[in-house]
């Protein structure tokens, strides 16, 4: 017994430490990044700044950052409780456009300045990004719990039809807000543009301030995943795991299915709103037709890619995938042109990679790049082999 | 003794169908019965019956003095009612010490936000939890497998996680839907004494679905016998052997008649 204890110390610490590990590596990582990009970048010769324009441009790592917030919601969704959602951009839509109303001249009826860096005498909304950030994921997550209410009842394939209609229904709305009533909601297809700067530390970052934007999309990302695993570690992480496994058995051992589901929903609602609003902030502007049904594919296939429910395979998942959607693909396909002097138009065919992605995913690797199971046993690894010899 | 779970004069209805009709069962407070009958009898649908899972075309089910009959069985499951599964329903993906964890979630107060902000007294919770895991774990005597995943423990320590979950739900009652399914007889009846080290350690009464007569008559204080949904015999281990009814559902008219 005493052994037994001992070891269960040593495992939790083991498994703390790889947690650690991870945290401590990307943070750094990112770190350097940053440092690159303000510090060094142009000190370097033109043929490197060059490469990085073509091959990883500052604003491609940002917006790949935004793309990781999302796939982190829709991760405890899909990849925890396993309720299959195929209208995540629904969310995006929300935290955008509360985004657009509270941070711009959208509203130029009226003049409210709350924190923000904007000159006061600009009509609108203006309020502190922080506060946008926090409204627009109450908005998101609030949607969330009235949308999931009715239909987390339903079995998994009539969940993922129903959210699929949601996810188109949200973005017509918008597209279509122009005058609901009398009443300009969401300005239909001109969208709104332009974004407030973010105000950080007293600083205004402009649209090409991507240094600081780059910190801040950093700092949410690392919100996201210790949010992520203190959840996944806690009860109710515990409860959604349980239903991803077997819903049936979870209710027979005390678990409120309904309640617990709709926590999910709301929680990876609510980070929908979030990235949602950085994602209006990386882009300086909302535009109805980007909320299209293609986001919420994308970030699925993001979480199944990296390996659904493991934190660390879905933030690798998100930046491989944001990376091949907004720069990857375009510059692989101008190189090819260039060295065999074709014409094909690359980006036209990125759903048929990541379809072709997906599908061989499920054929080969249907865990993901680094599945949940997978990272355990690494760090169980000794516990294991004595079980295995002391036992059967 | 009195009774801490029973059923009164249970009917099940599928569409025209009748697979329970007009059963009485009572579990008598830290009893060890049991329920058998031959393939179809109903007993499968009596479990669900008091489980929650199905509701009764009529009848009722009352625990430990409450009507619990309409509940749904997440409720039913956190007020003391706690069941294996027939064919082993564990989380798979998740170890051994989770899977017990998950039944204590009625138990557990930690709410999202104290989860996340990783206060003192949920984690003082979440320690507690732990260690009475361990213990449950070890009670079944499957403490070393801890850290694996339920997937990949054998057979037997399966089976016996299904019981340290059931246990963690802290019940009063146990649902044992058979138990013994794929032993060979020497673990069968190692698992005898372990069913009355449930019952005398933790107090808490058992119900068995078995089709092991030689578990089911060493185990049982009382049986049940179902056959096509009717109670056709309730009794002692002896007088359930001596009944021809029985003998007559298992065997067939003939055999029975014989004897």
């Not at chain 1, 130029?108 to 609108?124: C, E, R, T």
């Not at chain 1, 996810?167 to 009443?183: A, D, L, M």
């Not at chain 2, 801490?4 to 099940?12: D, G, K, P, Q, W």
């Amino acid at each position: 017994m005493a052994i037994s204890f001992l070891k269960r110390g040593e495992k939790k610490q083991k498994q703390s430490a790889s947690a650690r590990k991870w945290a401590i590596s990307l943070t750094l990582i990112a770190l350097a990044i940053w440092a690159f990009f303000t510090y060094f970048f142009d000190k370097t010769p033109d043929a490197v700044q060059s490469w990085f324009q073509v091959w990883l441009p500052p604003s491609t790592i940002n917006e790949s950052l935004v793309w990781v917030i999302c796939a982190l919601g829709l991760n405890i969704v899909v990849g925890y409780a396993g309720l299959l959602d195929l209208g995540f951009v629904a969310f995006w839509a929300f935290g955008g456009y509360t985004a657009g109303w509270f941070m711009s001249g959208f509203f130029h009826q009226v003049n409210i300045h709350f924190g923000s860096m904007s000159a006061k005498v600009i009509p609108g909304i203006h309020l502190s990004f922080w506060l946008v950030m926090i409204i627009a994921a109450l908005i998101a997550g609030f949607f969330g719990i009235i949308i999931g209410a009715p239909t987390l009842r339903l079995k998994s394939d009539y969940l993922a039809l129903v959210t699929l209609g949601f996810g188109e229904i949200i973005p017509q709305v918008f597209t279509n807000g122009e005058n609901i009533g009398g009443f300009n909601l969401s300005n239909g297809t001109k969208g709104i543009s332009p974004i407030d700067a973010i105000g950080v530390f007293g600083k205004r970052l402009g649209p090409f301030d991507l240094g600081w934007k780059f910190l801040i999309y950093f700092f949410l990302a690392a919100c996201m995943v210790f949010v992520s695993l203190r959840i996944r570690g806690g009860r109710l992480g515990r409860a959604w795991l349980a239903i991803r496994e077997d819903e049936l058995a979870a209710s027979m051992m005390g678990v409120p299915l309904m309640r617990t589901k709709l926590t999910a929903y709301a929680v990876g609602a609510f980070s929908g709103g979030i990235g949602g609003a950085v994602y209006a902030t990386h882009v300086n502007g909302i535009f109805a037709e980007r909320f299209n049904f293609s986001i919420s594919i994308i970030l699925l296939a993001m979480v199944v890619l990296g390996g659904m429910g493991n934190v660390w395979g879905v933030i690798i998942g998100a930046l491989l995938m944001a990376w091949i959607n907004a720069t990857g693909l375009p510059a692989i396909g101008d190189t090819f042109n260039n060295t065999f002097h074709t014409a094909i138009n690359f980006p036209s065919y990125n759903f048929l990679l990541f379809g072709g992605i997906l599908v061989l995913m499920m054929l080969f690797k249907r865990d993901g790049i680094l599945p949940e199971a997978r990272l355990k046993m690494i760090s169980h690894e000794n516990d294991d082999e004595a079980a295995n010899t002391g036992g059967h | 003794m009195s009774s801490i779970l029973s059923a009164e004069n249970i009917t099940v209805e599928f569409g025209g169908l009748v697979a329970v009709n007009d059963v009485s069962f009572d579990i008598p407070e830290k009893g060890i019965v049991s329920l058998i009958g031959p393939n179809g009898a109903g007993k499968t649908t009596f479990f669900n019956i008091l489980t929650g899972l199905y509701k009764p075309t009529s009848g009722h089910v009352m625990y430990d003095g409450q009507e619990i009959t309409a509940l749904v069985p997440h409720k039913i499951a956190a007020a003391g009612v706690a069941r294996t599964f027939q064919n082993i329903r564990l989380f798979g993906s998740m170890t051994a010490e989770e899977n017990v964890m998950v039944a204590m979630h009625s138990h557990l107060k930690a709410s999202l936000a104290t989860t996340i902000l990783g206060l003192p007294s949920q984690r003082r919770e979440e320690r507690a939890a732990h260690e009475e895991a361990r213990a449950l774990l070890e009670f079944v005597g499957i403490g070393k497998t801890a850290g694996e995943f339920a997937r990949n423990l054998s057979y037997g320590d399966q089976r016996r996680l299904e019981v340290a979950r059931a246990l963690a739900l802290r019940p009063k009652v146990l649902l044992l839907d058979e138990p013994t399914a794929g032993m060979n007889p020497q673990e069968s009846s190692v698992f005898v004494d372990f069913v009355h080290r449930i019952r005398d350690e933790k107090g808490i009464s058992i119900l068995l679905i078995e089709h092991d007569m030689a578990v089911v008559m060493k185990v049982s204080e009382r049986i049940t016998v179902l056959d096509r949904g009717e109670k056709i015999a309730e009794g002692s281990p002896a007088e359930i052997k001596a009944n021809p009814r029985v003998i007559e559902a298992y065997l067939g008219k003939g055999v029975g008649a014989g004897h």
